[in-house]
T-cell receptor
């Protein structure tokens, strides 16, 4: 299984909502990542988990809260988002430097 | 920032032609990778070239790396309409955890 899955594919939420994005991989990779990508821009790193511990937080606002329940799962909890947070959120896992990306969750904040 | 800069930003070619995209970066790297992204979806890894390598091939792809000039190029030969996508270079550095920093990307359009 060389796939990274993400749910949901699309999400529309209001600024007062709480929602979660989910990511799963069964490749045995011990590093997992969250990226944010705005239209016509490259992905920007948000968080890195290594062996289920948060190793990098790229100064992301606290309204984004990552969680790694186990080595296969990665969540991104969303609360009190702003319209400018609307973007494609990509999850990835890595082995020996190569990153494998999920299809992303397209988020719209109203 | 060691973010890569791709050149050109956009490229339009006829099917069957070759496409060349260039990438420049600023700091030392462990490797350089190229990824493809079809309209608004996940990225697909194409090829990785290590800092001690100069050239690598994979099918119709050829990547070169010049660490003295801090630049790389991706050549796609005999392009197909299905190659239409955005292509990103990403510099890889291990600093504790392994990190990639993506360039701005080249949007390739292959006209049938």
């Amino acid at each position: 299984d060389t796939e990274v899955t993400q749910t949901p594919k699309h999400l529309v939420m209001g600024m007062t909502n709480k929602k979660s994005l989910k990511c799963e991989q069964h490749m045995g990779h011990r590093a997992m990542y969250w990226y944010k990508q705005k239209a016509k821009k490259p992905p920007e790193l948000m968080f890195v988990y290594s062996y289920e511990k948060l190793s990098i937080n790229e100064s992301v606002p606290s309204r984004f809260s990552p969680e790694c329940p186990n080595s296969s799962l990665l969540n991104l909890h969303l609360h009190a988002l702003q319209p400018e947070d609307s973007a494609l959120y990509l999850c990835a896992s890595s082995q020996e430097g190569t990153q494998y990306f999920g299809p992303g969750t397209r988020l719209l904040v109203l | 920032s060691q973010q890569g800069e791709e050149d050109p930003q956009a490229l339009s070619i006829q099917e069957g032609e070759n496409a060349t995209m260039n990438c420049s970066y600023k700091t030392s790297i462990n490797n350089l990778q190229w990824y493809r992204q079809n309209s608004g979806r996940g990225l697909v890894h194409l090829i990785l070239i290590r800092s001690n390598e100069r050239e690598k091939h994979s099918g119709r792809l050829r990547v070169t790396l010049d660490t003295s000039k801090k630049s790389s190029s991706l050549l796609i030969t005999a392009s197909r309409a299905a190659d239409t996508a955005s292509y990103f270079c990403a510099t890889g550095v291990r600093a504790g955890s392994y990190q990639l920093t993506f360039g701005k990307g080249t949007k390739l359009s292959v006209i049938p």
